[in-house]
């Protein structure tokens, strides 16, 4: 029989990619449902390849172009009415957060790529009891590879992540003050979303990522590091009580972790022919530098702290890299509007509730708009 499947951001990179993989084994996977932001054709597209009758549109207007034979919501948790056994979250954001949440609530299987979910919702969904190792497939690459590690060593004294280092992990800090929006679009290793794109060119990316680790493993942040490996070859690196490692490694493409998760627990097929290891090179692994990358280490402090402190972190940085690919602040000025609303976030901390996560969010998202006019 095969599995139905429910994807949120079904029109983005991951989505496309997942999408990919579905359309070549019919008999395994059958999409139920998806959701889309503002992309209309894209979302013609996909309900018209995969028949699917029930899409919800979050941005804009509900449009015409899907037809009547479509039923359009306007919220993504409104699918998760449907009968399905899995759920991809591929939406960008804390936008993503909801859905998860109400996954877990259903108890279904989530393949997740979202790891804003975790980010944000990480401490709420402990704090409900939900147990996340096993509703939770990652997607990301580097959880994906973790999750396949610990599988088989359960056991381990760290747990380090790998980050591309970006497109200026070569550049001094005056090529990074001047950077043009096209220079951090430009990605060495991975092609990706937009905002990813931006995250991972300031290593943000690799702070968010250590809160998915931290809750999704339940790890301590002790044990959890992040290396630049500018090669993107090695995606996680599991080390043994008796100080050896274990490496886990392919070509940077998401059809490894995507198709990881979907086939779980069989072993996924053959995908792609991947590069003979004797034409692999060097590979390098190095500290992450403090002054390159800021907002990897803003990310850590936050992370830290714990409390409402990832998601005020998540939410500033949402905004400011939002700021930024719309051409009204500098890529360097990201971590600067992150730490100003961090500084000034008025926190107290009694226990997590949902609706206080999500005024935080609302918050600091306003205060970012608010020292942007100072
Ligand atoms: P994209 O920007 O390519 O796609 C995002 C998807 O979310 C699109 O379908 C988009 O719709 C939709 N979307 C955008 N804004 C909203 C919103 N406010 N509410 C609801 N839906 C929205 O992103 P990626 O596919 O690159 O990334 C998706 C997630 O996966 C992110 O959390 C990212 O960190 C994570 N991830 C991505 C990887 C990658 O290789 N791309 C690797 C590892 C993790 P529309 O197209 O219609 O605007
Ligand atoms: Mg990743």
């Known amino acids: ?28 996977f059958h999409l139920v449902a998806f959701s889309y932001h503002k992309n209309h054709e894209k979302a013609q597209k996909i309900a018209r390849e995969f028949n699917v009758k029930y899409v919800a549109c979050t941005g804009d207007q509900a449009p015409k172009i899907l037809g009547d034979a479509i039923h359009c919501l306007p919220q993504m948790e409104g699918l998760l009415e449907e009968e399905y056994d899995l759920l991809l979250n591929a939406v960008v954001g804390a ?7 109400k996954a ?33 497939l990652p997607v990301d690459s580097e959880h994906s590879s973790l999750f396949r590690l610990l599988k088989k060593n359960n056991s381990f004294r760290s747990l380090t992540i790998t980050a591309s280092g970006g497109p200026f992990r070569h550049s001094s800090e005056e090529e990074i003050k001047n950077a043009s929006l096209q220079a951090v679009l430009r990605h060495p290793t991975w092609e990706m979303g937009a905002k990813i794109t931006v995250d991972s060119a300031g290593m943000i990316n690799k702070a968010l990522e250590i809160m998915e ?16 490996h500018p090669q993107s070859y090695v995606h996680a690196i599991v080390e043994l009580h008796d100080g050896t490692y274990i490496f886990h490694a392919s070509e940077p493409d998401m059809l490894y972790p995507v198709s990881y998760a979907l086939f779980y627990p069989e072993e996924p097929p053959f995908l792609r022919p991947r590069r003979n290891i004797a034409e692999l090179g060097t590979l390098e692994f190095l500290p992450v530098d403090k002054r390159r990358y800021p907002g990897f280490y803003l990310g850590l402090e ?17 905004e400011a890299v939002s700021l930024f690919l719309d051409g009204k602040i500098r890529f360097y000025e990201i971590p600067h ?30 205060k970012v708009r608010e020292l942007l006019k100072r």
């Open 1 to 28: 029989m095969a599995k139905k499947i429910i994807i949120l951001g079904a029109t983005g990179s991951v989505g496309e990619c997942a999408l990919k993989i579905i359309s070549q084994f019919p008999d395994r």
């Open 95 to 101: 936008a993503g957060v909801r859905a998860t949440y």
């Open 104 to 136: 877990l609530e259903q108890k279904k299987t989530i393949l997740l790529a979202n790891k804003e979910s975790l980010v944000v919702g990480g401490e709420l969904f402990l704090s409900k009891g939900f147990s996340l190792q096993d509703l939770i």
């Open 213 to 228: 680790a931290h809750y999704l493993f339940s790890v301590p942040y002790k044990s959890l590091s992040a290396v630049v």
């Open 302 to 318: 936050a992370a830290q702290k714990g409390g409402y402190y990832p998601a005020l972190f998540n939410a500033a940085n949402e």
């Open 337 to 366: 509007y992150v730490e100003k609303t961090l500084e000034e976030a008025p926190l107290r901390y009694d226990g997590m509730d949902v609706e206080t996560l999500f005024e935080i969010d609302s918050w600091a998202r306003h």
